[in-house]
C-alpha cells in the first residue's frame, strides 16, 4: 500500500474532534545557540502526552466507518496504552491494554482513566505481546500495532501537514524515531506536499536499528538496546515504516543519554516545559551539532511530554553533568586537624556549592598519614569548573577530576 497526501487529509480530518492541533513556538534561545531558525512542535502537549494519540485516533476511527471494530487490543506500557484507551473510548469502542507486570502504576491508572481494560501480565513486553494476541483471539478483537500499520502512520503524519501550514517555509523537520511510525508518516507527507523540505530522523545510541537499517539499505534489528529514551527504545522496526523511511528520509542520526538529558534539562530552564526522553531526542541532535541547521529554519518535533517523576530527578542530574554544571574531583590532604578545612574553604571562595564530601582512608596508594577527599559540587557551567579547579591548583593542591 503506498500512502498518499489524500490519505493524510483524510486522516486529519478524521480526528480533528479528538486531537489538538499543537503549537509551534518559536525558541530565541536555541537559535542563538545554532545559528539557525528552531521551532519546536509541541507534542507533548498533546492530549495523553504524545503523538500516539493520532495514529491510534485514525486508525480506529478508520476501522470504525468501515464497520470492522468492535473491541481493540493493545500491548503497551507507554504512550500507545494511552492514545489506544484514549482513541476507543471517543469512538465508543472498548479497549483492552496487555501491560508486563512492572508497569509503572501511574501508567496503569492513566490508561484505565481513559477507559481501556488493562490486564497485567509477564515480566516483559514479549510476555504483554503473547496475552494481547491470546485476548484478540478470545474475544474476536483487532490488534492494534504501534507502528507498523499504514493508517496507524497516515495519523502521525498529520503533524507534517500542521507544520507546513504552521510555517510554510520550513527548511528542516527533525523527527525522533524508534519503530518508525512517526518518522515514516511524518516524512512522507512532507515529502508529497513539499519535496524541498528537508526531513532528519534522530535515534539513540544505544537503539539504533532504523539508522542502521537505513544506512544498510534493508531492514536491521537490534540484539540488545540501552537508554534512557524508553519511548524509542525499540529492537525491531516495522518492515512497512523503514520502507518508507529508506525512500521519503533524507539522512538520520543518533545522539547519546547524555545529549538527551541536557535537552530535556533546557526545555525546563528556559522554555518550561517538561518532555520525555525520546520527545527530547529531535532538540537535543541539533543542541550537539549532530544536525546542522545554520541558516535553516528547523522544527524539532517534541513528541511526547510524559516522563515518570520518579526518572526526573536522575535525568536532570545526567543534563547537569552534561552541560558541566556539576565538578567531581578528589584531593590527597594530610590527616591532620583543619586540612579539610581550609581546602573546602578555597572551594568556597570559588563561589562553588559542595553537595557531596567523602573521605577515603583505605586506598593502598596513601600513607597513615594521608587521606583521599572526593568532593562533588554545584558550578556554573565549563568556565566556572576550570576556574574552581585553577584556584585550588593555586593554593597548592593537585586535584584530580573524576
Not at 540501552?226 to 539522512?251: C, F, H, N, Q, R
Request: proline fraction near 3%.
Amino acid at each position: 500500500m503506498a500512502l498518499t497526501l489524500r490519505d493524510f487529509e483524510r486522516a486529519a480530518k478524521r480526528i480533528s474532534g479528538i486531537i489538538h492541533e499543537t503549537d509551534l513556538d518559536f525558541s530565541s534561545t536555541f537559535s542563538a545557540l545554532t545559528g539557525g531558525e528552531v521551532w519546536l512542535k509541541c507534542e507533548n502537549r498533546q492530549k495523553t502526552g504524545s503523538f500516539k494519540i493520532r495514529g491510534a485516533a485514525n486508525k480506529i476511527g478508520a476501522m470504525v466507518e468501515r464497520g470492522e471494530a468492535t473491541a481493540v487490543v493493545a500491548s503497551s506500557a507507554g504512550n500507545h496504552a494511552q492514545g489506544v484507551a484514549y482513541a476507543a473510548t471517543q469512538n465508543g469502542i472498548p479497549s483492552t491494554i496487555v501491560m508486563p507486570r512492572a508497569a509503572p502504576i501511574a501508567k496503569v491508572q492513566a490508561t484505565e482513566g481513559y477507559g481501556a481494560r488493562v490486564v497485567l501480565c509477564g515480566d516483559c513486553y514479549d510476555d504483554a505481546y503473547a496475552r494481547a494476541m491470546e485476548i484478540c483471539e478470545e474475544e474476536h478483537a483487532t490488534f492494534l500495532h504501534p507502528f507498523n500499520d499504514y493508517e496507524v502512520m497516515a495519523g502521525q503524519g498529520t503533524i507534517g501537514l500542521e507544520i507546513l501550514s504552521q510555517l510554510p517555509t520550513v527548511d528542516t523537520v527533525i523527527v525522533p524515531v524508534g519503530g518508525g511510525g512517526l518518522l515514516a508518516g511524518v516524512a512522507t507527507c512532507i515529502k508529497l506536499a513539499n519535496p524541498r523540505v528537508r526531513v532528519v530522523g534522530v535515534q539513540a545510541e544505544g537503539a539504533d536499528a532504523v539508522v542502521r537499517s537505513f544506512r544498510e539499505g534493508h531492514l536491521t534489528a537490534s540484539d540488545s538496546i540501552s537508554t534512557i529514551a524508553d519511548g524509542i527504545a525499540v529492537k525491531a522496526p516495522g518492515d512497512k515504516t523503514v520502507e518508507l523511511i529508506m525512500k521519503y528520509a533524507d539522512d538520520m542520526v543518533t545522539v547519546s543519554d547524555n545529549d538527551i538529558s541536557a535537552a530535556i534539562l533546557m526545555l525546563m530552564e528556559r522554555t518550561k516545559q517538561v518532555v520525555e526522553p525520546s520527545g527530547a531526542a529531535s532538540l537535543a541532535a541539533v543542541l550537539s551539532g549532530h544536525v546542522d541547521i545554520r541558516d535553516r529554519k528547523a522544527v524539532c518535533l517534541l513528541s511526547g511530554g510524559n516522563i515518570d517523576v520518579s526518572v526526573i530527578h536522575r535525568v536532570v542530574e545526567l543534563g547537569l553533568v552534561s552541560r558541566h554544571r556539576r565538578l567531581k574531583f578528589f584531593v590527597r590532604l594530610a590527616d591532620t586537624p583543619g586540612s579539610l578545612m581550609q581546602l573546602l574553604q578555597v572551594v568556597a571562595n570559588s563561589n562553588a556549592n559542595i553537595l557531596t564530601i567523602n573521605h577515603d582512608r583505605m586506598s593502598l596508594t596513601l600513607t597513615p598519614a594521608e587521606i583521599l577527599v572526593h568532593i562533588g559540587c554545584e558550578v556554573g557551567g565549563q568556565h566556572h569548573a576550570d576556574a574552581v579547579i585553577e584556584n585550588l591548583k593555586a593554593a597548592g593542591y593537585s586535584p584530580v577530576l573524576e
